[in-house]
């Protein structure tokens, strides 16, 4: 990413300006324009790692890249959506951590006789179960947003890539319909998955509906 | 090999890719449509599921190749038909969504209404399937407005025309008249019977509106657009659609389940002999039609990609056709041999 789409990799660390050696930000507020930053706690140096494993070298800066841009490809505005960028790159990485957290949590709190009953082994797993989808579509939120306006970096972009007899109207009707199919496919799932759950591993799966459900839960 | 003989290739590959496609999911999404008559209790309707059950998801991968490779091969047919048609298509989706699910989640609850009203989303989603493909090769075969940017120009209404609808609802006739003779082979007993009595007036229907489509084809000129003259294969197809009438009072399931097979193939022939070299017509002008030389690939692509299919298609034919010999066994409706 360094290397290839360095626009992407200046917007997901809100670098405005370029730094050499690069500050890796652990909160950054801009302003409103989204052009500058007003406030950021940042650890020196870490960004340069990140980016090209030693920790010296140059980040170039969103304002930079910008009007290069503009006089290698032309009038435009190359710069992704930085909130967007910013925040699901953080959410990524912070989940993650936070897995690789809980993940040894748990092997420190199975050592103790009486898990089961405790409190904490009710919560945690079950929060944990959707940090990994969370944090997958932040990071794929992260490498399309990031990689506005172009669908190829340098090549095509997404205005010129569009089919040119699709209306508005048409893209709208599609983009509703496969939410309430998915939305309502969501609502059966978690439906099914609440009842399997609840009945717990001995329930048998049911067969013709002349007979009785034969649902065995291990119930408390 | 030269570029031009790798075009007519894949031209013909693509034809047989929809014919084997038309096939195998038009008996399911005839099974499907089905469904909801034919099976009145919940061991009836599993064992009417069960008849497809091991072969549709298969059967769907035809679909799916048929579409990777006319984007692969012919990528300005692809774009011009998918973006054009891109509502019907999304409709399509979504009848195949529908129906997907429900095969899954049916059997998940003891609800009575709960599987109802997925069986109802079976049948509903094959209609749907059904109809839209019939409508767009119907619109293939009458063509459509493409400017000379080769961009489709109308909209959903477009392709609902009186041809547009006669063909998708024949389509919807002929794939339950197949599906109606897959399920008098796959069953017995007493739904066995229930399937011929179907199948009796669904030929009826079927034979009236596949000849009301022949006479419109014939009477509207869409013919001899192409190159190459139909011959004889659309009358074979109206013989074979008539004999299986003869086949389904004698209730010889084999006999007429091969004649709406056939009646299938030939039909998807003509269609593909109707309109080559070109693949989507223009009513504009004429002279805008996409045809197999200005919408395909390049020479390499279309060479890779000819060694690819030479190697993998057999053996994918030959492990499809090796699960429907596994699960040849007629299915009955006894609780104890019924698969959820």
Known sequence: ?????????????????????????????????????????????????????????????????????EQQYGHGNYVPLMVVTYWTFRIMMGFGFIMMGAAVWFLYAIRRPDYEN????????????????????SGWILTEMGRQPWIVFGLLKVQDAVSPNLTPVDLLISLIGYTVVYGSLAVAMVYLMKKYAIAGPDATMHESVDVAPALVGSQD | MSYEFLQILWFILIAVLWIGFFFLEGFDFGVGMLLPFIGKKDEERRAVINTIGSVWD???????TAGGATFAAFPEWYATMFSGFYLAFFLLLVGLIMRGISFEYRSKDANPAWRNRFDW????????AALLLGATFANLARGVPINADKMFTGNLFTLLNPYGLLGGLTTVAIFLLHGANFLGLKLEGELRERVNAFAKKLWIGATVLYLALGVFTYAAGFWARGIVNPGIVPIAAVAVLLATGYFI??????????????????????FFSMTF??????????????????????????????????????IVLTYQGWTYYIFRKRISTDK???VY
Request: aromatic letters at 12%; glycine letters at 4%.
């Open chain 1, 1 to 69: 990413m360094y290397e290839s789409q360095p626009m992407k990799m200046a917007a997901l660390e809100a670098v405005w300006e370029t730094e050499e050696p690069a500050s890796f930000s652990l909160l950054t507020i801009g302003d409103l324009t989204g052009m500058q930053e007003v406030w950021s706690i940042r650890i020196p140096y870490v960004m340069s790692f990140l980016a090209c494993n030693n920790f010296t070298c140059e980040v170039k800066g969103v304002n930079e890249l910008q009007a290069q841009y």
């Open chain 2, 58 to 64: 298969g059967n769907e991968v035809w679909l799916l």
């Open chain 2, 121 to 128: 989303m079976i049948a509903i989603g094959s209609f749907l």
């Open chain 2, 249 to 270: 009072n004698r209730k010889m399931e084999g006999w007429a389940f091969i004649m709406v097979a056939l009646n299938i193939v030939l039909t998807q022939v003509t």
């Open chain 2, 277 to 314: 070299p070109n693949v989507m017509l223009s009513t504009t002008n004429p002279e805008w039609s996409l045809t197999i030389y200005n919408a395909s690939s390049s020479q390499y692509t279309l060479g890779v990609m000819s060694i690819v299919a030479l190697t993998f298609v057999p």
């Open chain 2, 336 to 338: 104890k041999s019924l």
């Open chain 1, 118 to 137: 405790s409190k904490w082994m009710k919560l945690v797993p079950f929060g944990a179960l959707f940090l990994p989808y969370l944090a997958n579509a």
